[in-house]
């Protein structure tokens, strides 16, 4: 049985960092391509925020360009998400998404084979 396990949310004052963290267990992360989601309350999930794809590419918005960095460590089956420079229009709840084709990250709404069950991102002073 596949799961994805996000982690690392938490309040984070504007400004200041957050690293997520997505585990995986029951697929091999080296053949899947990994995407990070967002959806604030109210709101229609986004469309995909980043991406790194099986063969190391990676894929950013322009809404977290400069600001966000996807990593991942195929041998511990984990894709971080570091969160930089966090601002009001941050917070939500946080998801990752799995795919054995990158492409299906970009699509909206997106293919993904799996998803997290998410963790919140709360920024406030």
């Known amino acids: 049985q596949v799961q994805l396990v996000e982690s690392g949310g938490g309040l984070v004052q504007p400004g200041g960092s957050l690293r997520l963290s997505c585990t995986a267990s029951?697929?091999?992360?080296?053949?899947?391509?990994i995407g990070w989601f967002r959806q604030a309350p109210g709101k229609e999930r986004e469309g995909v925020l980043c991406?790194?794809?099986?063969?190391?590419?990676?894929y950013y918005a322009d809404s977290v360009k400069g600001r966000f960095t996807i990593s991942r460590d195929n041998a511990k089956s984990a894709v971080y998400l570091q969160m930089n420079s966090l601002n009001p229009e941050d917070p939500a709840v946080y998801y990752c998404?799995?795919?054995?084709?990158?492409?299906?990250?970009?699509?909206?709404?997106?293919?993904?084979?799996?998803w997290g069950q998410g963790t919140q991102v709360t920024v406030s002073s």
């Open positions: 029951g697929l091999t992360l080296d053949y899947y391509a």
């Open positions: 991406f790194s794809s099986s063969d190391g590419d990676t």
């Open positions: 998404a799995a795919t054995t084709h990158s492409w299906r990250l970009r699509v909206y709404p997106p293919r993904a084979d799996y």
